[in-house]
């Protein structure tokens, strides 16, 4: 004879996986008949225990104790988050740094699923920072962003700006921002005679030269005569075409002689290095130099560079410096202020060799453009650093194609 177990179930609810039971009843059952509900629970993935007259039933991981909890509703939510759960690591951009020292940093990004293109930039305090945008950004776990830029200096500029990495995807905007300490410039940072230091540094290559029989410069090509100079007499070439040359005489006068009457030196005038970017930005906001848009480059003849600005006048800031190579001594890059007034695709020089992109300055002629290459695109004068161009400025692809997307029309050239 079986022995009876009382049990009185007020109210039992049973998950299945996708079915409930509900079921209210108050019943004596042997030992067979709870096996028997065992089993079929059992069945369906779950399990029963019977402890302490009380029902539990484990759903998976979940254990349901009374007949009040219920398992988690499942989520089927596969909507793709976009950016919306990014995530921006700062901590590799510096919360000081010195008056002297380039902002350098990188943001690391989380949070996304997959991989989104975005456009990201970087900007400060609000502004987007030129050269630093990138429209075909890939944006994953793990992508990072980095920075490299020499921030203005001037007395009185503000010493905690806010630099900030921004991403954009469809509609969404996702960014962070990190506050810089770039230390207080005290006005002993610009007392003259750092400042007369710093422009004596730089001067305007002059090209030696002698006169090769007895001439007279002239107050302006075709002009009239100011001095009269004897064959072998010492000068200085300040600007040339293929005609005219405007020289400096050992006594000062300034004027015009033949091509056709000199003979030029062939030395080096040029030398390596390069000057600071603090004493970059000195110079070209002391000499006043004034553009029409916010960019402004200058040619620096005697490094072999090309020095991108971008600001107003009295408050310009490098943004960025490029190796290049200007004309020889027998045709110079001329000195001056110039305008950058027009792009061309192109010049062809009777399908023998080509330069491309070219940007015009001045309107003797002179451009930026590529190395000279052959039909086949390869290079065919390569030599950079010194001056070997009849006139033009010389410049890597990489750099030139720079310049071509981001240099505006109307941009004041200095070349000195």
Known sequence: MNKRKSLTVMFLTVLFV???????????????DMRTLNDSIK???DNVKVIDDKVKVNHGNVQIADENMQPPAENNNDTDAGINNVQFNMGYIP???????????SVFIS??????????????NGNPIPGYTNKNFKAHNGAKSAININLPRYYGMETNPKITFRLIYNNTVKESSKNVNVGYVPQAYYKQNEINAVMNKVYKIEIEG????????????????????????????????????????ASG????????????????????????????????????????????????????KVNVFYGEKGRFNIIRVMTCATGKNTTPTNNGVHKYYKKDAIWNFDNKYYVAPVLRFNYTGEAFHSRPKRMN????????????????????????????????????????
């Open 210 to 249: 002698w006169t090769n029989k007895a001439v007279s410069v002239l107050s302006s090509p075709k002009g009239r005569a100011v001095q009269s100079l004897k064959a072998n007499s010492y000068l200085r070439i300040i600007s040339k075409n293929d005609t005219w040359a405007r020289v400096r005489t």
């Open 377 to 416: 695109g390869t290079v065919l004068e390569s030599g950079m650093g010194v001056p070997v161009s009849h006139g033009c400025v010389r410049m890597l692809d990489v750099d030139i194609n720079w310049l071509a997307s981001n240099l505006p029309i109307g941009a004041t050239v200095v070349v000195w």
């Open 95 to 105: 919360g000081k740094i010195g008056i002297y020292d380039n902002l350098t940093g």
């Open 43 to 45: 069945a369906s993935g």
């Open 18 to 32: 996708g079915t409930s039971i509900s079921m209210s009843c108050s019943a004596s059952w042997a030992d067979d």
């Open 111 to 124: 949070g996304i699923e997959g991989e989104k293109i975005c456009t990201a930039m970087w900007l400060y």
């Open 253 to 304: 006068k300034v004027g015009y002689v033949a091509v056709a009457n000199i003979r030029i030196s062939n030395a080096r005038y040029t030398t390596g290095g390069d000057l600071s970017n603090y004493d970059k930005n000195t110079w070209i906001n002391r000499m006043g130099f004034a553009s029409s848009v916010p960019y402004l480059v200058w040619v620096n003849v005697k490094h072999q």
